[in-house]
């Protein structure tokens, strides 16, 4: 690691534990409440409900490396997305994994460099998608409650604005007469890096071609997300602090996409910060429920992210072979 990435990467750690210490200190962090969460009946449960989470992801990833002809088995990519779960908590923000476990997918599949970034990307802007969708959704089934406060209202905008936005952008870069026409390729000529350019924009494009397999991921990111939802609100009734699960429905995925932004690990501190402040203003009420029960849901994730760590060191000197991904 270079120095300056040491240097950021320090700055983040800091910013992740201030956050932490400040909201523990002002008791908006109730880490007592979740030893709750680690009895035999709703520890089981809370591995089950992560464990499916995490396999659902990696099961999205593979359906798009499907898509693009690249054929695998689910076990061997699943080990990929632990490592890459790792990284999550080792880089900035909760997408620096993406990076190490399509760099690692490249080793094995010589001569995909293109396919697996352009995969991850899909990936991420999907499963994104699918959370701005599902905020949206419960937004308008609640929307008497969003619209009688404030700040929900103006949320309610900021949510409908980024589905429109992802929408037409998809739209954009999927459309089939857009790329036959040929002008955005003129366009893409002229630019910077111009063959790497228009590698990378057919290389997206060519998602679009099986829309089955797009719908088949939205729905993949949709039973990901409904199992971190129910672990939210299980760890919430550890904790003794009951809200209905469509504040849950409704906060989840907006926290989640801020634990995105790179300015903490796996999104530690940014998560608690951003849970805190929708449980706020959702149940009117100052709640440590956010910060409580996302801490808990990073928690199981570094456990589960060992097992990639693991992975990471025996595959660090050798690379799997291809019968391993065959399927």
């Known amino acids: 690691m270079?120095?300056?990435?040491?240097?950021?990467?320090?700055?983040?750690?800091?910013?992740a534990v201030g956050?932490?210490?400040?909201?523990?200190?002002?008791?908006?962090?109730?880490?007592?409440?979740?030893?709750?969460?680690?009895?035999w009946q709703l520890g089981t449960l809370s591995i089950f409900?992560?464990?499916?989470?995490?396999?659902?992801?990696?099961?999205?990833?593979?359906?798009?490396?499907?898509?693009q002809n690249i054929k695998e088995r689910s076990w061997p990519v699943f080990k990929l997305s632990m490592i890459g779960a790792f990284f999550n908590f080792a880089m900035p923000g909760g997408v620096g994994g993406d990076v190490v476990k399509a760099y690692y997918f490249t080793k094995e599949h010589p001569g995909t460099?293109?396919?697996?970034?352009?995969?991850?990307?899909?990936?991420?802007?999907?499963?994104?998608y699918s959370m701005v969708m599902m905020a949206l959704?419960?937004?308008?089934?609640?929307?008497?409650?969003?619209?009688?406060?404030?700040?929900?209202?103006?949320?309610?905008?900021?949510?409908?604005?980024?589905?429109?936005?992802?929408?037409?952008?998809?739209?954009?870069?999927?459309?089939?007469?857009?790329?036959?026409?040929?002008?955005?390729?003129?366009?893409?000529?002229?630019?910077?890096l111009a063959a790497k350019t228009l590698k990378f924009y057919e290389s997206i494009h060519s998602y679009g071609h099986n829309g089955k397999a797009i719908l088949l991921v939205i729905f993949l990111s949709f039973l990901a997300q409904i199992c971190s939802v129910l672990f939210l609100s299980v760890a919430g009734v550890a904790a003794g602090i009951e809200v209905p699960l469509k504040t849950y429905f409704l906060v989840a995925p907006l926290g989640f996409m801020a634990t995105a932004i790179p300015i903490s690990p796996a999104g530690v501190g940014v998560g608690q910060a951003a849970f805190y402040f929708l449980f706020n203003i959702y149940t009117g009420t100052?709640?440590?429920?956010?910060?409580?029960?996302?801490?808990?849901?990073?928690?199981?994730?570094?456990?589960?992210?060992?097992?990639?760590?693991?992975?990471?060191?025996?595959?660090?000197?050798?690379?799997?072979?291809?019968?391993?991904?065959?399927?």
């Open 2 to 15: 270079k120095s300056r990435q040491r240097i950021f990467l320090v700055i983040k750690l800091v910013v």
């Open 19 to 39: 956050i932490l210490y400040w909201l523990a200190t002002s008791g908006k962090l109730n880490f007592r409440a979740l030893k709750n969460l680690f009895t």
């Open 137 to 192: 959704v419960v937004m308008f089934y609640d929307l008497n409650h969003v619209v009688t406060i404030p700040a929900l209202h103006s949320l309610f905008y900021v949510v409908l604005f980024l589905f429109i936005s992802c929408s037409l952008g998809l739209m954009f870069v999927f459309s089939k007469q857009i790329y036959t026409r040929g002008w955005l390729h003129s366009f893409l000529k002229r630019m910077p």
């Open 286 to 327: 100052e709640t440590e429920l956010g910060p409580t029960v996302v801490t808990a849901l990073q928690v199981l994730q570094l456990l589960f992210s060992l097992i990639g760590a693991f992975y990471y060191l025996k595959c660090k000197d050798r690379t799997y072979t291809k019968e391993e991904f065959q399927p």
């Open 113 to 128: 460099k293109i396919v697996a970034v352009t995969s991850v990307l899909m990936d991420r802007i999907l499963g994104l």
């Open 49 to 67: 409900l992560v464990s499916l989470n995490l396999f659902f992801g990696s099961e999205r990833w593979r359906l798009l490396l499907r898509s």
